[in-house]
C-alpha cells in the first residue's frame, strides 16, 4: 500500500516568510510524528499527534513552528518569520497504534534564503 | 545534549566483508532500540531493533547486539553488498506524554561497500 507522503518535495523560501509543510500518513495510522533532519544529522522530534490533539509537543524548538492534524489524518506543519536556520529535512512517520514501529515519508527539504 | 552517541561516521568495506556499527546511550528510560537505514533522497527506514531483555537479535545478514549493563549496541552485517551502501542510524525510544514514542538518533554511519 501506499507509504507516507510529504509535500513539497522541497521548498525553497526567503527570510521571514511563512511556509506550511504537509504530510499525509499511511491510512489509518493513528500516530503521527514530525521529526527535523539538519545535514550530517539524525532527525531530531519535534511533535507527536495521537488522533486529532498534540499529544506531546516538547520537541517545537519555538513558539514560530506550530502543527495541526484537524481531522486526524493529514497533518500540516507551519513555520512563521522563517530564519536560515530552520533549513532542514523536515520528516513525517506515522504508525498504526502508539508504540508501533514508525514509518517514514520522504521528507520536505526546506531552504531558507 | 547528544543522547545517543554512534561510531564510526564512515566506514568502508569490501563486498563480502563485516559491516559494524556501534552505538552508546546514557538515558536508562530507553527501551527499545531500532536501527534506521536511509538511502539519498529518502525517508529513515526501519532494518531491525531489539528490547533490552535481550542481547542477541539476528534477522537475516542484519544482527544487534546490546549490552544493558555497558549501555551499548552494536549492528553488524554480514556479507555486506553494494546495495547495503547507505546511512545508517541507531535510535533509542521513550515514551511521550500521551503514549507515543520519541526516537532520539545517532549522528549516522555512511557505509560504503565496494566491489
Known amino acids: 500500500g501506499a507509504g507516507v507522503s510529504q509535500t513539497p518535495s522541497n521548498k525553497v523560501t526567503e527570510k521571514g516568510k511563512y511556509v506550511e509543510l504537509r504530510c499525509d500518513p499511511i491510512?489509518?495510522?493513528?500516530?503521527l510524528y514530525w521529526y527535523r533532519q539538519s545535514l550530517g544529522q539524525g532527525p531530531e522530534f519535534l511533535i507527536y499527534f495521537q488522533g486529532t490533539g498534540a499529544a506531546d509537543d516538547s520537541g517545537l524548538p519555538n513558539d514560530r513552528f506550530f502543527a495541526v492534524r484537524p481531522e486526524g489524518s493529514v497533518s500540516t506543519l507551519k513555520i512563521q518569520r522563517t530564519e536560515r536556520g530552520d533549513s532542514a529535512v523536515y520528516l513525517c512517520?506515522?504508525?498504526?497504534?502508539?508504540?508501533?514501529?514508525?514509518?517514514f515519508g520522504p521528507g520536505t527539504r526546506l531552504t531558507v534564503l | 545534549q547528544q543522547q545517543v552517541k554512534q561510531s564510526p561516521q564512515s566506514l568502508i568495506v569490501q563486498k563480502g566483508g563485516i559491516s559494524i556499527i556501534n552505538c552508546a546511550y546514557e538515558n536508562t528510560a530507553f527501551d527499545y532500540f531500532p536501527w534506521y537505514q536511509q538511502f539519498p533522497g529518502k525517508g529513515p527506514a526501519l532494518l531491525i531493533a531489539i528490547r533490552p531483555d535481550v542481547s542477541e537479535k539476528k534477522e537475516g545478514r542484519f544482527t544487534i547486539s546490546f549490552n544493558k549493563s555497558a549501555k551499548q549496541f552494536s549492528l553488524h552485517i554480514m556479507d555486506s553488498q553494494p546495495g547495503d551502501s547507505a546511512t545508517y542510524f541507531c535510535a533509542a525510544s521513550s515514551r511521550l506524554t500521551g503514549g507515543g514514542n520519541k526516537l532520539t538518533f545517532g549522528t549516522g554511519t555512511q557505509l560504503k561497500v565496494e566491489l
Open positions: 491510512s489509518g495510522h493513528t500516530a
Open positions: 512517520a506515522s504508525s498504526l497504534m502508539v508504540a508501533d514501529t514508525q514509518y
